[in-house]
């Protein structure tokens, strides 16, 4: 007896240790696209609404529908003694998947992209925790009313690429620091960045299709709150705006399995040029939708994009196992994810006829084959 609630309790520890280990892991890819984000906009930041708040920045997020669109940068009141890591799109195999943000006791790789205001590309360097008040730095972030400030010289770097890896992405790997953060505990985005998100992709202004990388609503003083005093304009767009070559439903990828942003980075740097990330697939093979009755076995369904923004839409999603196509290697990354109803195969035509009954019972025979089928 005591031998048997030994083993169980040594069980449910290794379940619980397996299920806390999950929550220190970084989230990874949980949506991919074959075309890249536009540059961030160029804005200023809104005044810090009061002590607690921590700038969380702006950032290209996608609807299947419509594309990318814009969510504002925002002060938000933080974990204490936790920071906010921020997402980012990161180019791997020919699409670029969006790594979500966290919080955390230190800053994680976001790709190297230079979101301003204290997220450089490394590290953050617009405030800091002293205990249990946050501290802000006076030199990189706009704050009026409030006492816990110091100052310390950044350099900013103008660079407004909003993407790792690939053809025109930036070029940066976790730092060693940056890896162990990834193996801390982390804690989910906030319910009201969540909501901030989802609000964001309500406005049909804030998508790149209308605003062509110039959003009216840059940043906001307070989550979800589009409109008053706190609420700021792009300048500028970060580069010129180029709309995608193909739909957003086609450039939609299927969603990628988690991993280490250490592990996916790598991949990507070692690739030179993104292949086809711009150009509609063109399998043909692969058709939209199965005809009733007239499926053939190995025909594959083109899975339309069901993931609309919700609040929990950077939520790593569950992979779709891309199926390979006869030509690898002209078509390296237009497979169309396996349908979910996977097509009912059909019984393959006769090329004979069996004799009738009556005759097999008269003992006539068939006819013989010849050599060579």
């Not at 299947?64 to 997402?87: F, I, M």
């Not at 086809?276 to 939209?288: E, I, R």
């Not at 237009?334 to 004979?352: E, F, G, I, K, L």
Request: proline content about 9%.
């Amino acid at each position: 007896m005591k031998m048997h609630r030994s083993v169980c309790c040594l069980v449910f520890a290794v379940i619980m240790s397996c299920l806390c280990a999950s929550s220190f892991a970084q989230v990874a890819v949980g949506i991919s696209v074959r075309v890249a984000p536009p540059a961030l906009p160029v804005y200023t930041q809104p005044i810090c609404p009061g002590a607690g708040y921590m700038w969380t920045p702006g950032y290209w997020a996608w609807n299947d529908d419509a594309g990318y669109y814009w969510v504002p940068g925002t002060w938000v009141v933080a974990p204490v003694g936790l920071l906010w890591t921020p997402g980012y799109w990161g180019w791997s195999d020919g699409l670029y998947g969006w790594h979500r943000g966290y919080w955390g006791p230190h800053i994680g790789f976001y790709g190297g992209v230079n979101y301003g205001f204290g997220y450089g590309g490394v590290g953050f360097a617009g405030g800091e925790w002293r205990g249990r008040s946050f501290y802000y730095n006076r030199s990189v972030t706009n704050i009026t009313h409030v006492t816990n400030v110091y100052n310390k010289t950044v350099i900013v770097n103008e660079n407004h690429v909003a993407f790792n890896g690939g053809e025109g992405g930036v070029k940066a790997r976790p730092t060693h620091e940056e890896e162990r953060a990834e193996h801390e505990h982390h804690k989910e985005p906030l319910a009201a960045q969540t909501r901030h998100e989802h609000m964001a992709s309500q406005n049909r202004q804030n998508f790149a299709s209308a605003n062509h990388g110039r959003p009216a609503i840059a940043a906001t003083a307070k989550p979800g709150v589009f409109k008053g005093k706190g609420v700021v304009a792009a300048k500028s767009a970060g580069a010129p705006y180029k709309a995608p070559a193909i739909s957003p439903k086609q450039a939609r990828g299927p969603s990628a399995p988690a991993a280490k942003h250490a592990s996916a980075v790598a991949n990507a740097n070692n690739k030179s040029k993104p292949a086809n990330h711009t150009s509609a697939p063109t399998n043909k093979n692969n058709t939209s939708s199965n005809k009733a009755n007239g499926s053939r076995p190995n025909t594959v369904s083109n899975n339309k994009a069901q993931n609309t923004v919700r609040p929990n839409e950077t939520h790593a999603a569950k992979a779709s196992t891309p199926r390979p196509t006869s030509h690898p290697a002209s078509q390296p990354h237009q497979d169309a994810p396996r349908s979910n109803p996977a097509p009912r195969p059909v019984a393959q035509h006769q090329s004979t006829s069996q004799p009738p009954p009556h005759e097999q019972s008269m003992g006539k025979a068939a006819p013989k084959q010849g050599k060579g089928r």
